[in-house]
């Protein structure tokens, strides 16, 4: 199953003038682009579906979020590699 997945943005950068960053998916970290969500700055959380941030939540929401999916046994996905999830985190 794809899903939308919280995380928290801990840097902010630029590659191939694209606004990025790297996002803590509960000590997992991958890159994700920032394109979509321009207003984003370190400290937020964002929902992020193969590699693009798609929404601004607040930490509240993401952990509501985070407990639905350990729920569903849906947070294994973090951990393997797929489209946008790559391996390592990148940077």
Same mark, same amino acid.
């Given at each position: ?19 990025? $960053? ?5 000590? =997992? ?9 321009? @207003? !984003? &700055?370190? $400290? ?5 579906? =193969? ?9 509240? @929401? !993401? &952990? ?28």
């Amino acid at each position: 199953m794809c899903l939308g997945i919280p995380g928290k943005i801990v840097e902010t950068f630029t590659e191939a003038d694209m606004p990025m $960053g790297k996002v803590d998916f509960g000590g =997992v970290f991958k890159n994700a682009c920032l394109a979509h969500t321009p @207003q !984003a &700055q370190v $400290g937020q959380y964002v929902i992020v579906h =193969v590699g693009f941030a798609l929404q601004v939540i607040d930490e509240e @929401q !993401a &952990q509501r979020i985070f407990a639905l999916l350990d729920e569903m046994d849906e947070l294994e996905e973090l951990h393997g590699s797929g489209p946008g999830l790559e391996p390592g985190g990148g940077r």
